[in-house]
């Protein structure tokens, strides 16, 4: 994009200019938000940063406009895209690509579609008379573990009233999320004794001791699918307990003194992350119990990696009916298999409703030649436009 005024700014064009920034996790993202810094400022709407405070090229924005000290219309967007390496891409996917109604390059739909149609509607409300401010916070590091949004909430959560709604645009095919599952991620470090493997049994071998543990989660994630908390609407509506990475073992005629695994649980609203840990470790402290050989053999180091919390909105709430209204008539609800920063939002202020609603497929997303449909981005405009128009009634 053309070094324009914000009077000219169009989502897709915006759109087109933030693909091109390489803005993968744990990079710097600080190119793009100047950008973003620039056409706010165009506008005449200030913005403050909150970056990560080991290095301020990667940062979050947050960004008003309209009324002070009254709550507003929260719209939250992450700017960092997974990494492309070794993907078969057939565009240059820091390049927007159109091509048959769509616009290819990574991070088209999660969530760079989104970040273009809420910067484009801050541009066009700070031409309107809002009674409710618009509010915009871009994090960094969303694909991580919502990391980098937890230094802008610690900011915002002692200076910026709860917001009236808060919407995460993340790619629902701007169907209306009304929630996801929580999130906890584990490290699992398990100690042996490195002995040679003629006289095995008499070692604590580590993998066994990981192997264990990986048939305690199993048997723990049978249990929740049979008999644990239900929550209808996801593909797969109870608690999950997943091993994803295991290393251990240095050579076949070594015991291995050492090996390491990591696990995570995604788990419904009903349930707790650490409840659910709890009875994975009775069951392996069982398993080890009952070993006649070495009954008392040292339990796995399990450390907490990362967190985030779940995220449930009542169908038949208030925000929900406002969305609904934005939005055309029959636009259904839906909950999304993957995880979003709105449950950090919920969490930092109670009262606030969240929702998920963006342009956009996750089914695309993360893979070569992602992409969004033109009529998505126009769709998530017209549903912007209807919002501020709210906000100056």
Same mark, same amino acid.
């Given at each position: 994009?053309?070094?324009?005024?914000?009077?000219?700014?169009?989502?897709?064009?915006?759109?087109?200019?933030?693909?091109?920034?390489?803005?993968?996790?744990?990079?710097? +993202?600080?190119?793009?938000?100047?950008?973003?810094?620039?056409?706010?400022?165009?506008?005449?709407?200030?913005?403050?940063?909150?970056?990560? %405070?080991?290095?301020?090229?990667?940062?979050?924005?947050?960004?008003?406009?309209?009324?002070?000290?009254?709550?507003?219309?929260?719209?939250?967007?992450?700017?960092?895209?997974?990494?492309?390496?070794?993907? %078969?891409?057939?565009?240059?996917?820091?390049?927007?690509?159109?091509?048959?109604? &769509?616009?290819?390059?990574?991070?088209?739909? =999660?969530?760079?579609?989104?970040?273009?149609?809420?910067?484009?509607?801050?541009?066009?409300?700070? $031409?309107?008379?809002?009674?409710?401010?618009?509010?915009?916070?871009?994090?960094?590091?969303?694909?991580?573990?919502?990391?980098?949004?937890?230094?802008?909430?610690?900011?915002?959560?002692?200076?910026?009233?709860?917001?009236?709604?808060?919407?995460?645009?993340?790619?629902?095919?701007? $169907?209306?999320?009304?929630?996801?599952?929580?999130?906890?991620?584990?490290?699992?470090?398990? @100690?042996?004794?490195?002995?040679?493997?003629?006289?095995?049994? $008499?070692?604590? +071998?580590?993998?066994?001791?990981?192997?264990?543990?990986?048939?305690?989660?199993?048997?723990?994630?049978?249990?929740?699918?049979?008999?644990?908390?239900?929550?209808?609407?996801?593909?797969?509506?109870?608690?999950?307990?997943?091993?994803?990475? !295991?290393?251990?073992?240095?050579?076949? +005629? !070594?015991?291995?003194?050492?090996?390491?695994?990591?696990?995570?649980?995604?788990?419904?609203?009903?349930?707790?992350?650490?409840?659910?840990?709890? &009875?994975?470790?009775?069951?392996?402290?069982? &398993?080890?119990?009952? =070993?006649?050989?070495?009954?008392?053999?040292?339990? %796995?180091?399990?450390?907490?990696? +990362?967190?985030?919390?779940?995220?449930?909105?009542?169908?038949?709430?208030?925000?929900?009916?406002?969305?609904?209204?934005?939005?055309?008539?029959?636009?259904?609800?839906?909950?999304?298999?993957?995880?979003?920063?709105?449950?950090?939002?919920?969490?930092?202020?109670?009262?606030?409703?969240?929702? !998920?609603?963006?342009?956009?497929?996750?089914?695309?997303?993360?893979?070569?030649?992602? =992409?969004?449909?033109?009529?998505?981005?126009?769709? @998530?405009?017209?549903?912007?436009?209807?919002?501020? =128009?709210?906000?100056?009634?």
């Amino acid at each position: 994009m053309d070094q324009a005024s914000s009077a000219s700014i169009s989502s897709i064009s915006l759109l087109e200019t933030l693909i091109a920034f390489p803005s993968v996790s744990l990079q710097p +993202n600080i190119g793009l938000i100047h950008k973003v810094q620039e056409i706010l400022a165009q506008a005449g709407i200030e913005s403050i940063l909150a970056p990560d %405070p080991q290095d301020a090229s990667r940062t979050n924005l947050f960004a008003t406009v309209g009324p002070q000290g009254v709550p507003g219309v929260l719209l939250s967007g992450h700017t960092d895209v997974v990494p492309v390496d070794g993907q %078969p891409w057939t565009s240059p996917p820091f390049e927007a690509t159109h091509k048959d109604g &769509r616009i290819y390059g990574r991070g088209a739909a =999660d969530m760079k579609g989104f970040v273009a149609c809420a910067v484009t509607a801050m541009v066009a409300a700070a $031409r309107r008379p809002l009674m409710r401010p618009l509010q915009l916070a871009l994090s960094f590091d969303e694909e991580i573990g919502c990391v980098g949004v937890r230094h802008l909430l610690r900011r915002l959560e002692k200076q910026l009233p709860a917001p009236h709604l808060c919407i995460v645009g993340e790619p629902t095919l701007m $169907r209306i999320g009304t929630g996801h599952k929580g999130k906890a991620a584990y490290r699992a470090v398990c @100690c042996g004794q490195a002995g040679h493997s003629g006289l095995a049994p $008499r070692f604590v +071998n580590a993998i066994h001791m990981a192997s264990d543990l990986v048939a305690s989660v199993r048997e723990v994630q049978r249990e929740l699918s049979e008999t644990g908390p239900r929550e209808e609407g996801y593909g797969v509506p109870y608690s999950t307990v997943h091993v994803g990475v !295991i290393q251990g073992g240095r050579a076949l +005629n !070594i015991v291995p003194s050492e090996c390491e695994l990591s696990f995570e649980i995604r788990h419904v609203s009903e349930d707790q992350p650490e409840e659910i840990l709890a &009875r994975v470790l009775q069951r392996l402290a069982e &398993r080890v119990a009952a =070993d006649a050989v070495h009954p008392e053999a040292p339990l %796995p180091d399990i450390q907490l990696t +990362n967190s985030y919390p779940s995220l449930s909105t009542p169908e038949d709430s208030e925000a929900v009916r406002l969305l609904s209204s934005l939005l055309p008539p029959g636009t259904r609800c839906t909950k999304v298999d993957f995880g979003s920063e709105g449950g950090l939002f919920k969490q930092s202020w109670r009262e606030t409703p969240v929702l !998920i609603c963006g342009p956009g497929s996750i089914e695309g997303a993360h893979k070569a030649d992602d =992409d969004v449909e033109l009529s998505q981005i126009e769709r @998530c405009d017209r549903m912007m436009a209807a919002l501020v =128009d709210f906000l100056c009634r």
